[in-house]
């Protein structure tokens, strides 16, 4: 775990959200996770993007505070990242209580 953390702030921004979503499924720690992969989500590189969107739907409504930058993804030029983008808000809002 302590690597994991020091890796939080390698150059690479590959390196940085695999860590993140790793430190989180290894100790649910989605707290000092949820920022890192929040970030990776404007990374321009789509396999970046789409894990750090799919870990956040992973880690349910702890990552609610993802909610608005998931919902600008929802508009990317790549269906993939936006039917994952919605897949996570489907998770992360899972335990919301529906409108009427």
Known sequence: VPKLIKVLDD??????SAAA???YR???KADQSIP????ALSNKKNR?????????GDIGPAAKQAI????KV????HPQIRQIAAEALKKIR????PLP
């Open 36 to 39: 890192v992969l929040i970030k």
């Open 68 to 71: 608005p930058i998931l919902e």
């Open 74 to 77: 929802l508009r990317d030029r």
């Open 21 to 23: 979503w790793a430190l």
């Open 94 to 97: 899972a335990q919301e209580k």
């Open 48 to 56: 970046v993007n789409r894990k750090a969107a799919w870990a956040l």
């Open 11 to 16: 150059k690479d921004e590959d390196v940085r």
């Open 26 to 28: 290894i100790t649910g």
